[in-house]
Antibody
Framework: QVTLKESGPVLVRPAETLTLTCTVS??????????VGWFRQPPGKALEWLVH???????SENPSLRSRLTISKDTSKSQVVLTMTNLDHTDTGTYYC?????????????????WGRGTTVTVSS | QSVLTQPPSTSAAPGQRVIISCSGG????????VSWYQQLPETAPKLLIY???QRPSGVPDRFSGSKSGTSASLAISGLQSDDEADYYC???????????FGGGTKLTVL
């Protein structure tokens, strides 16, 4: 059974750095066609992709947030870590750790097949 | 504002069929496969459709997806009360070099 579980602080002060950890089970973080992504959802709003890392260590970040994001993985611990710097109130929301898959055929296939339950982060002083 | 456009809301009676549209462009839907997600209230999203029209195991065949050109759609037939949720389309965008979501459609079962 594939599972992902997010952990991290519930409350972060403005301008501080957020560190979230995703602990996975049921699949390998070294599988090239599989990756782990971080997504978020502000209260009452749509989903937004932040960053992902694939089994071959390839990473990609949302250009609008690139300067603030870092993603890394520790395969020995089956963990993927997200770091986001200089938080403000617009970063408040639920953060999801998600398994992503990519495939190629006549087109590029990228989809999110297993989601963690999410962790709510509030940015407030 | 999402580049993938979905109607904010839709509604239908139990047993009826509803179609949710997702409109994009050349750099996203036209070039890459579309997936759909169901988000029940206060829960994480769940994969409903991938590869434009494939259902993961466990998803009822009442849910179907299709894609044509720069648009995609999700059809739900035989509506049930527990289908009431937010539905999101998603696809890779070549300009973003990452995935993007539609703004979501809230389905109300009357």
């Amino acid at each position: 059974q594939v599972t992902l579980k997010e952990s991290g602080p519930v409350l972060v002060r403005p301008a501080e750095t957020l560190t979230l950890t995703c602990t996975v089970s049921g699949f390998s973080l070294t599988n090239g066609r599989l990756g782990v992504g971080w997504f978020r959802q502000p209260p009452g709003k749509a989903l937004e992709w932040l960053v992902h890392i694939f089994g071959n260590d390839a990473t990609s970040e949302n250009p609008s947030l690139r300067s603030r994001l870092t993603i890394s993985k520790d395969t020995s611990k089956s963990q993927v870590v997200l770091t986001m710097t200089n938080l403000d109130h617009t970063d408040t929301g639920t953060y999801y750790c998600v398994r992503v898959r990519e495939e190629w055929d006549d087109q590029y296939y990228y989809f999110m097949d297993v989601w963690g339950r999410g962790t709510t982060v509030t940015v407030s002083s | 504002q999402s580049v993938l456009t979905q109607p904010p809301s839709t509604s239908a009676a139990p047993g009826q069929r509803v179609i949710i549209s997702c409109s994009g462009g050349h750099s996203n839907i036209r070039s890459n496969a579309v997936s759909w997600y169901q988000q029940l209230p206060e829960t994480a999203p769940k994969l409903l459709i991938y590869h434009n029209n494939q259902r993961p195991s466990g998803v009822p065949d009442r849910f179907s997806g299709s894609k044509s050109g720069t648009s995609a759609s999700l059809a739900i037939s035989g509506l049930q009360s527990d289908d009431e949720a937010d539905y999101y389309c998603a696809t890779w965008d070549d300009s973003l070099n990452g995935p993007m979501f539609g703004g979501g459609t809230k389905l109300t079962v009357l």
